[in-house]
Nanobody
Framework: QVELVESGGGLVQAGGSLRLSCAAS????????MGWFRQAPGKEREFVAA????????YYADSVKGRFTISRDNAKNTVYLQMNSLEPEDTAVYYCAADRRYLRVERSYEYTYWGQGTQVTVSS
C-alpha cells in the first residue's frame, strides 16, 4: 500500500507561481511512476505531468509545457510540481498518483494510488 498526501495548493493571481508537493509513504521502494492530474468543475480529470522514478524521465501535457516542472526527491519520497505563469485555465483540483507497474503515464485509469487532491485557484 502507498499513501499519497498533496500540499501547496492555494489562490494565486494570473502570472503567479505555486509549488505542489506530494509525499509518498508506505511501500514506496518499488514505485515506477508518479504523476499529476487535475480536474476542473464539470470536466474530466486530465493528465498534467509525470516522472519515472528510476531515471527521472519526465512527461508533460502540451498545455503546461514550458510553464510547469515536475521533479522528485528520492530521499524524501516526494514529487513536486512547480507551476509558473499560471493562468485562470489552470484552476482545478490537482491530484497526485503513483503506481509500481509499467504504465502509460498519461492514462489516469492505470494508476493504483491517489492522493486526496489540493485546490489551485488562479484569479484573472
Amino acid at each position: 500500500q502507498v499513501e499519497l498526501v498533496e500540499s501547496g495548493g492555494g489562490l494565486v493571481q494570473a502570472g503567479g507561481s505555486l509549488r505542489l508537493s506530494c509525499a509518498a509513504s508506505g511501500r514506496t521502494f518499488s514505485t515506477y511512476a508518479m504523476g499529476w492530474f487535475r480536474q476542473a468543475p464539470g470536466k474530466e480529470r486530465e493528465f498534467v505531468a509525470a516522472i519515472i522514478w528510476s531515471g527521472g524521465y519526465t512527461y508533460y501535457a502540451d498545455s503546461v509545457k514550458g510553464r510547469f516542472t515536475i521533479s522528485r526527491d528520492n530521499a524524501k519520497n516526494t514529487v513536486y510540481l512547480q507551476m509558473n505563469s499560471l493562468e485562470p485555465e489552470d484552476t482545478a483540483v490537482y491530484y497526485c498518483a503513483a503506481d509500481r507497474r509499467y504504465l502509460r503515464v498519461e492514462r489516469s485509469y492505470e494508476y493504483t494510488y491517489w492522493g486526496q487532491g489540493t485546490q489551485v485557484t488562479v484569479s484573472s
